[in-house]
């Protein structure tokens, strides 16, 4: 079932009850009276920083809900679609944003991103070009720019990406860029930026646990482990980390075989 229901792009602030919706999912939000649009924001970021997409995208329209010019939270809903692989109706919220906020550097990235997932890298390009031109724009263009690269197998991706990083010196992109090299397949290259994530923030639970993904696609499992079981130290109910760490577990009797089969050290 498709998240959208009916969009709404006029700004309002602290909507009336039977005011259109902003959230792009099926179920209405109703505005809680007592919190503003700067305290779903936090809550949101909170939740992107534990991986926690779903509850993210959900405090960005509660955001919404409160003040519709708010471009972040139009932005993270975006961005968490995309994490959540939703990439058509990330491109599509994406493009009706940017019909209120026009030019808006960040949702052309958004919308170049969700292209791409897409296969369809010559409107992702073109969506990424307006990106990178747009003046005074954050690292999240440089960012998606190497995704495009890298998704094109060309060289210019580290070129971008440590643009990305020169702009911006938050674990968090570290560790996207660590995810961004994860999902084209690219593990090993993924793994540097991610271990430099957990020096620099090793009390971030999504940090160990993105470690932990691209060891176990490594085929480091004692290393993906630890990795796993630190992230159950630092938040003991993290459901992924205890998945994974059951994943890892499951599969070890298989490796052992293959070892001894093909007489493997």
């Known amino acids: 079932m498709s998240r959208f229901n009916r969009l709404e792009f006029e700004p309002s602030r602290k909507p009336p009850a039977d005011a259109p919706s902003a959230e792009p999912q099926a179920r209405r939000i109703t505005p809680d009276p007592d919190h503003d649009e700067h305290h779903w924001l936090k809550l949101a970021e909170a939740q992107r920083r534990l991986g926690q997409y779903e509850n993210a995208l959900r405090f960005y329209s509660r955001a919404l809900e409160w003040d519709k010019s708010v471009v972040s939270g139009w932005v993270g809903q975006v961005r968490m679609l995309i994490a959540l692989e939703e990439y ?14 026009k030019n808006n550097a960040d949702l052309l990235a958004g919308r170049a991103q969700a292209l791409s997932r897409l296969a369809k890298m010559k409107d992702a390009l073109g969506s990424s070009d307006a990106s990178i031109n747009q003046p005074g724009h954050g690292s999240y263009p440089w960012l998606v720019r190497g995704e495009l690269m890298l998704a094109r197998g060309e060289k210019t991706a580290d070129y971008c990406f440590g643009k990305a990083m020169q702009m911006d010196g938050d674990w968090l992109l570290l560790l996207e860029i660590g995810q961004t090299h994860l999902h084209y397949g690219h593990a090993a290259s993924g793994l540097e930026p991610t271990r430099r994530a957990v020096q620099r923030a090793p009390d971030q639970v999504l940090a160990w646990y993105c470690q932990g993904q691209c060891e176990a696609a490594l085929g480091l499992s004692d290393a993906a482990t630890v990795s796993f079981e630190r992230c159950l130290d630092l938040l003991p109910d993290y459901a992924d980390a205890r998945i994974a760490l059951e994943q890892l577990s499951r599969a070890k009797p298989v490796r052992g075989f293959l070892k001894t089969w093909f007489g493997l050290k």
Do not use: G
Not at 88 to 100: F, I, N, Q, T, V
């Open 88 to 101: 058509p109706e990330a491109e599509l919220w994406a493009r009706k944003a940017l019909e209120l906020f």
